[in-house]
């Protein structure tokens, strides 16, 4: 028997998600491609640019302007929630891509940052000849940290898979019908 001893390495992964669940909501896709489903918030502008935003049966998620564009920076502001929105989409892409394929993650990060344009000051009397493909989200960078029991060449198949089906990263890319009325 020998004294040296071999470093034993353990993975810790990150909690799995339901892999029949998810295969059986699959096949609802190919069943059905045409189903969509609808999500509500109901927003209520508390003052300044504060607002309180209900989802569901959730605490309300608050949203802000920092103080250099007159809010109370109590919370995020609108297009940081926006980007919040796109890095818990491509998480849950990940991970369910990940899954799919049989692979277990041990750390998933996303990093995001876009540069947002509001010289219209929300057009409230700033550069009021900006159309409105010169305004909002100019360029959106996402850098994801992904570790798993796969190789770095499958890891990255699958953050480019999770991407291309993303419906959040698909509606920041396409045009959408959009309309907005008074109540």
């Known amino acids: ?14 909690r799995p998600i339901d892999a029949a669940g ?5 096949e ?11 999500n509500k918030v109901h927003t ?41 929105g796109l890095g818990g989409c491509l ?13 277990k ?8 940052e876009g540069d947002i344009g509001n010289s219209a000051a929300w057009g409230a009397g700033g550069a009021l000849d900006k159309q409105p493909a010169q305004m909002g989200f100019q ?6 940290n992904v570790e798993g029991d796969a190789s770095q060449e499958v890891l ?6 999770a991407n291309y089906y993303s419906p959040v990263a698909n509606s920041i890319r396409n045009p959408i019908p959009f309309e907005i009325t008074t109540a």
């Open 105 to 112: 993650l041990t750390k998933l990060e996303i990093f995001l």
């Open 156 to 161: 990255d198949e699958i953050v480019k898979h």
């Open 139 to 144: 360029a959106v960078r996402v850098k994801v």
């Open 22 to 26: 998810l295969a059986a909501f699959a």
């Open 91 to 103: 998480a849950v892409g990940i991970q369910a891509v990940a899954t799919w394929k049989q692979v």
């Open 44 to 84: 209520v502008l508390e003052g300044q640019y504060r607002s309180l935003n209900y989802v569901g049966d959730h605490e309300p998620v608050i949203v802000d302007e920092p103080l250099h564009l007159f809010g109370q920076n109590t919370a995020p502001a609108p297009g940081e929630i926006v980007l919040s």
């Open 1 to 14: 028997m020998s004294n040296t001893q071999q470093a034993e390495t353990v993975n810790v992964y990150l």
């Open 28 to 38: 609802k896709g190919r069943a059905n491609p045409a189903s969509k489903g609808t």
